[in-house]
């Protein structure tokens, strides 16, 4: 019987041992945190992180990188000792790579994490849009190879694949809690419904093949870049990112037919709205990369569809829905999941609403958030439509490019207006798909779900968007919290005005992160 006292998540995951990879990125740490405050009798978690030049060894990465977190500090304020014993009794750290066959370990420790792992969460993936195909299609679709025989090794466990609410592609209107349609090129559909992607993989690697053998070493990242772009395109999707995931679900839904898979979907992931810490971020996300350049007044006017629903979810949100979706897996096992972890049914959001209160909030407020805007920014941030922003950007490009070559300035002295011009279209490069959209995500599986799981399970692991007040979340947390955690690493270092330039620019570059 459901008590209110009963969490049937808890209980679920009482005993039990988790496989958890990506805990070095923002979702894996807030999931990390939650499991360890919330699930304390879970048996053991395992932690699948690979070395990098810092730290080869998992174990050193972890404590180096994971566990010096600012995610942990309330859990280090309330009891840092319980933190570290759970820590050594609990947590197991692997040196292993999710795209090699048997994540590159040795017979002997492969067979040891099967016989150890109760269920696997896989939270690992390139959420770069700028990514290369041929690693996107690794890490995002060909390591769920790996994935599916490892849930198979270790007994047939269930597998929680994270992958991303814009699998959707070019699709429109109300975008459901199921299988994906291309809207591109076709692709066929087998007898259970799944399409048939083994061909996509062997285009795909083809092409890679060609593009590798036809360029020159130093060229070849950029030729993959600009190839994973046009085959996303080619299918349906607006970038390498969300294809190789949608590459990902089906691969995976595929190889576990008549298994235990949940694929849980989230949309735009921001900070946390209440556990551990409101406000807690790591580093830049998404759409808050057009709020830092409009902070140090590198981008006014973005191309939007005022009305569309910009759909953002608090990451505490996400962690607990992964938890829940664990749960269900092991309490009901064989069947095939899928949920979207969003806002947009629930407390849809609109894009003007969304950009005219957090760029208000910087704009008024700028004292606040040092970390963010060194000034107050000038001018208000307008939105207009892309054929506009099109039409526009064209005339001030030249214009600037013009004004520039008559006052002889060179490629590393542009003056301030060209600049501006280059960031705003580098961002809309990038982000434009995502602020004019003409879909709206639904959540009514996962709605049903947290509904099944009772209402102790409601209280510990909130999912519902409903309850999220938008006005309190930017003013009060968001944007505060983007200042503090977000931008903790720029913090740490003095640099020079020049060079904290050219940071702010990679940022909002090459580094930014897809709205994945
Ligand atoms: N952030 C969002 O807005 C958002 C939205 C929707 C869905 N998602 C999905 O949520 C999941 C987590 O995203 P996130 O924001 O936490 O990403 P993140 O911060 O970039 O973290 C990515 C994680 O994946 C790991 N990883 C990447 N390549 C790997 C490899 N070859 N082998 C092993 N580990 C590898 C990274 O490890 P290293 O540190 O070793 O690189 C890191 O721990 C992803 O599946 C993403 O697609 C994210």
């Given at each position: 019987?459901?008590?209110?006292?009963?969490?049937?998540?808890?209980?679920?995951?009482?005993?039990?041992?988790?496989?958890?990879?990506?805990?070095?990125?923002?979702?894996?740490?807030?999931?990390?945190?939650?499991?360890?405050?919330?699930?304390?009798?879970?048996?053991?978690?395992?932690?699948?992180?690979?070395?990098?030049?810092?730290?080869?060894?998992?174990?050193?990465?972890?404590?180096?990188?994971?566990?010096?977190?600012?995610?942990?500090?309330?859990?280090?304020?309330?009891?840092?000792?319980?933190?570290?014993?759970?820590?050594?009794?609990?947590?197991?750290?692997?040196?292993?790579?999710?795209?090699?066959?048997?994540?590159?370990?040795?017979?002997?420790?492969?067979?040891?994490?099967?016989?150890?792992?109760?269920?696997?969460?896989?939270?690992?993936?390139?959420?770069?849009?700028?990514?290369?195909?041929?690693?996107?299609?690794?890490?995002?679709?060909?390591?769920?190879?790996?994935?599916?025989?490892?849930?198979?090794?270790?007994?047939?466990?269930?597998?929680?694949?994270?992958?991303?609410?814009?699998?959707?592609?070019?699709?429109?209107?109300?975008?459901?809690?199921?299988?994906?349609?291309?809207?591109?090129?076709?692709?066929?559909?087998?007898?259970?419904?799944?399409?048939?992607?083994?061909?996509?993989?062997?285009?795909?690697?083809?092409?890679?093949?060609?593009?590798?053998?036809?360029?020159?070493?130093?060229?070849?990242?950029?030729?993959?870049?600009?190839?994973g772009l046009r085959e996303a395109n080619r299918f349906g999707w607006g970038d390498t990112y969300t294809f190789t995931k949608w590459l990902g679900e089906q691969l995976i839904l595929k190889r576990m037919i008549g298994k235990t898979l949940t694929i849980l979907r989230p949309s735009v992931v921001e900070s946390c709205y209440a556990s551990p810490k409101p406000g807690w971020i790591e580093g830049v996300k998404v759409t808050d990369a057009i709020l830092l350049a409009y902070a140090r007044e590198k981008v006014s006017f973005f191309p939007a569809r005022k009305a569309g629903v910009v759909d953002i979810i608090p990451v505490d949100f996400v962690a607990n829905s992964v938890l829940l979706s664990m749960a269900e897996a092991l309490n009901e096992p064989v069947a095939s999941r899928i949920y979207q972890c969003c806002s947009g049914s629930q407390n849809p959001l609109g894009v003007e609403r969304y950009v005219t209160t957090v760029c208000e909030e910087v704009r008024i407020n700028w004292r606040k958030y040092p970390k963010l805007a060194r000034k107050e920014p000038q001018r208000k941030f307008v939105l207009v439509n892309k054929g506009v922003f099109i039409g526009a950007i064209k005339v001030m490009k030249q214009l600037t490019t013009l004004w520039d070559r008559l006052r002889l300035r060179s490629a590393t002295n542009k003056s301030k207006a060209l600049k501006m011009v280059e960031s705003t279209l580098k961002l809309a490069n990038i982000y434009a798909n995502y602020t004019s959209p003409y879909y709206v995500f639904n959540s009514d599986k996962l709605m049903a779900l947290a509904a099944?799981?009772?209402?102790?399970?409601?209280?510990?692991?909130?999912?519902?968007?409903?309850?999220?007040?938008?006005?309190?979340?930017?003013?009060?947390?968001?944007?505060?919290?983007l200042n503090h955690y977000g931008m903790e690493d720029r913090s740490k270092v003095e640099m020079p005005e020049a060079l904290e330039e050219d940071r702010v620019e990679s940022q909002l570059g090459e580094n930014s992160q897809a709205p994945a």
């Open positions: 019987m459901i008590t209110t006292e009963t969490s049937l998540t808890r209980k679920a995951l009482s005993g039990k041992r988790v496989l958890i990879t990506g805990t070095t990125g923002f979702l894996g740490k807030v999931l990390l945190e939650k499991i360890i405050r919330e699930i304390p009798d879970v048996a053991g978690i395992n932690l699948l992180i690979r070395g990098n030049k810092k730290h080869p060894e998992a174990h050193a990465r972890f404590k180096a990188e994971i566990l010096t977190s600012t995610i942990f500090e309330r859990l280090r304020e309330t009891d840092s000792e319980a933190l570290e014993q759970f820590c050594e009794q609990k947590i197991q750290c692997i040196g292993g790579e999710i795209t090699e066959p048997c994540f590159g370990l040795s017979d002997q420790d492969y067979q040891q994490l099967a016989a150890t792992t109760d269920i696997f969460v896989n939270s690992a993936a390139s959420v770069n849009f700028h990514e290369a195909l041929d690693t996107a299609l690794r890490i995002n679709t060909l390591c769920l190879n790996n994935v599916a025989d490892f849930a198979q090794d270790a007994g047939d466990i269930p597998v929680v694949q994270i992958s991303t609410c814009y699998v959707n592609g070019y699709n429109n209107g109300i975008i459901h809690e199921a299988i994906s349609k291309p809207t591109g090129q076709h692709i066929a559909v087998d007898e259970h419904g799944y399409y048939d992607v083994a061909r996509v993989f062997g285009e795909l690697q083809q092409k890679i093949a060609q593009v590798k053998a036809s360029t020159p070493s130093p060229a070849q990242p950029d030729a993959l870049t600009e190839l099944k799981m009772g209402e102790r399970d409601q209280q510990l692991f909130p999912v519902d968007a409903a309850h999220i007040d938008w006005d309190r979340y930017f003013k009060e947390i968001h944007v505060a919290g």
